[in-house]
């Protein structure tokens, strides 16, 4: 069993050590997982259509909601372990929250990247990634089995 157990922490290790590794090749440190959400929530809370559905669920929190995103990037970006919230439930019964905010979040977080992420490899991973987190939560939040009935499909 500690045998496992120590396979498996060394295992995590490598993950960690090579995704430190990438990230620090690609000019990304915490200092800048701290500038990009600082400029990409400042953004949001401008945008016409974001701010305001942000604005409604995160009054009078922000500060908590900056530190838990610059964990959630950290973790994402470093492989460190160090966000363990639910993005899923975070965002369900979210007032105004449409599928089609998605792409307007990617597209205003792809231009603060362009502004001031390192080097194109950087922003590219960070973008990436999150489209792959947009879709999985455009997923969990707005599928609907029901509409892939091949039963309820026009000939």
């Not at 600082?38 to 009078?60: I, K, M, N």
């Not at 899923?88 to 001031?116: E, K, R």
């Not at 990634?129 to 892939?148: G, Q, V």
Request: charged residues 20%; proline residues 6%.
């Amino acid at each position: 069993m500690d045998t496992k157990i120590q396979g498996r922490a060394a295992h995590v290790a490598a993950i960690r050590e090579r995704a430190e590794a990438e990230m620090k090749a690609m000019g990304v440190d915490e200092a800048f997982i701290d500038r990009l959400v600082e400029t990409f929530y400042g953004r949001v809370l401008q945008h016409p259509t974001l701010g305001p559905v942000f604005d409604a669920r995160l009054s009078g929190r922000w500060p908590e909601h900056m530190q838990k995103m610059k964990s959630f990037w950290s973790s994402v970006a470093f492989r460190s372990g160090a966000y363990g919230g639910k993005p899923v439930q975070a965002h369900s019964g979210v007032a105004n929250m449409s599928p089609d905010l998605f792409p307007q979040w990617l597209a205003l977080f792809s231009a603060t990247l362009t502004d001031i992420a390192p080097n194109p490899e950087a922003k590219a991973w960070f973008v990436v990634t999150a489209e792959r987190i947009a879709r999985s939560l455009t997923l969990s939040l707005f599928y609907n089995p029901a509409l892939d009935d091949p039963g309820r499909k026009l000939a």
